[in-house]
């Protein structure tokens, strides 16, 4: 045997061995917890994450990381033109309780409030929470320094399968609405926010979140309390409240390949600047698929927001889908219908004028194509370089306030930890 073959050997019998001493450590309930995505949510079980994976004693570690530095340019009255950066880095570390359980606690932080400025990045027909004391309008907000601090016990109820999932978490993610874009599968490839976020779920950075879940083989439901105030202007802190507002979430997992969710909840004054509280109601369906190229996911999300203030039904719709055209090359793709009812809320004059004369929403669709290149820069961390256009379609009475063929073009440089680096 040549000395190449023999070091390849010895390389792979090492992994073989790791696998083997982190296969003894874990148990059903391990693994449960390793393939959730933020909070409880989940993708379908045969995406395979972009996570490191280390064995400290008979403690598991997983860490995860995506950053995003984008240059944004919009046309029209409402655009707006950027340089920013949105980022995550996600650690947890699970350790076995017993013969059937574990236990997880899990870190996200995100370094968006001092790497984008000014508590916003351009976003048309964005709207969503608050800035210096006014609603947001075509912009998407920061994330918070500590997106999420949670802390799982799991433990394995029948030879069956069945599975008991408690979750507390000072910020986290309720059981509410599809699995958060920043870890959809197939927003991977997509630096911005949907507009449909306020819509599906924008509760996945809530406070004083307790859910109590129960798995058994396919499906899996779910019952969650937390605080209903989104999180407030200053993004580095960590906020509190009463559980003031539930939610509940059914599950369904037909294959590996499928991952699908209906939820309900009752949202307690989500917004600081509007009176009235949310009920919302949401539904989706994830696809994961291996490729030659890679994994092709994709998501059909619906969501809708009922308001106790304005007894108004607003609903989203979302079809999401990346591609991997070859092992470097990936194609994105995202499509959403959105009636919005926000768009001149800093405009009252002009607001009150359009609702006499058309009513108070207007419904606004998105159409977003990318491309994304893999180029090989740093060991342990995959660099892409991509670019996606968003052209936008709108009622004819908004648009001598707004532009008649508005569009966007992100052009973006992503870093992301390589998987089992």
């Not at 598991?60 to 340019?73: C, D, K, R, V, Y």
């Not at 013969?99 to 606690?105: D, H, L, M, R, V």
């Not at 037909?254 to 009235?276: K, Y």
Request: contains cysteine.
């Amino acid at each position: 045997m040549g000395k190449r073959a023999q070091v390849c050997a010895l390389i792979l019998l090492q992994m073989v061995l790791a696998d083997r001493v982190l296969a003894q450590e874990m148990n059903p309930a391990s693994m449960f917890l390793m393939n959730l995505a933020s909070g409880t949510s989940a993708n379908p079980a045969a995406w395979p994450m972009p996570m490191i994976m280390r064995h400290y004693g008979k403690w598991n570690a997983m860490f995860m990381s995506t950053g995003f530095l984008s240059e944004i340019q919009q046309s029209g009255p409402r655009g707006g033109d950027k340089l920013y950066s949105t980022n995550w880095f996600m650690a947890s570390a699970e350790h076995r309780a017993g013969s059937g359980g574990a236990f997880q606690a899990e870190l996200m932080l995100s370094f968006d409030p001092a790497t984008t400025t000014g508590r916003r990045y351009p976003l048309l027909f964005q709207t969503g929470e608050t800035a210096y004391g006014l609603p947001l309008q075509d912009a998407q907000h920061p994330h918070n320094f500590i997106m999420s601090l949670g802390f799982h016990y799991t433990r394995q109820l029948t030879s069956g399968g069945a599975m008991l999932d408690l979750y507390f978490a000072p910020v986290g993610d309720p059981a509410l609405g599809p699995v958060a874009f920043p870890h959809r599968a197939s927003a991977i490839e997509l630096p911005q926010a949907p507009i449909s976020h306020h819509w599906q779920d924008s509760t996945h950075i809530a406070d004083e979140v307790v859910t109590v879940g129960v798995r058994f083989r396919q499906i899996k439901l779910e019952a969650s309390g937390f605080h209903g105030a989104e999180p407030g202007e200053n993004r580095w802190t960590i906020g509190s409240g009463p559980l003031d507002s539930w939610s509940a979430r059914l599950w369904y997992f037909p294959s590996r390949n499928w991952a699908a969710q209906v939820s309900l909840g009752r949202i307690v004054h989500p917004e600081a600047l509007e009176p009235g509280d949310q009920t919302r109601v949401t539904a989706s369906l994830a696809y994961t698929r291996a490729v030659p190229g890679g994994n092709w996911s994709s998501t059909v999300v619906w969501g809708r927001t009922h308001s106790t203030a304005t007894f108004r039904n607003l609903n989203s719709y979302l079809v999401e889908s990346v591609f991997p055209v070859s092992r470097k090359n990936f194609l994105t793709g995202r499509w959403e219908l959105v009636d919005k009812d926000e768009l001149f809320r800093n405009q009252p004059d002009l607001e009150e004028r359009l609702t006499t004369l058309y009513g108070s929403t207007f419904r606004i669709e998105a159409y977003t194509a990318g491309y994304t290149r893999d180029v090989e820069i740093f060991r342990h961390a995959q660099t892409g370089f991509g670019a996606n256009f968003t052209a936008y379609s709108l009622p004819a009475a908004i648009k001598p306030y707004s532009g008649v063929y508005p569009v966007g073009v992100n052009l973006f440089v992503r870093f992301r930890l390589r998987r089992g680096s």
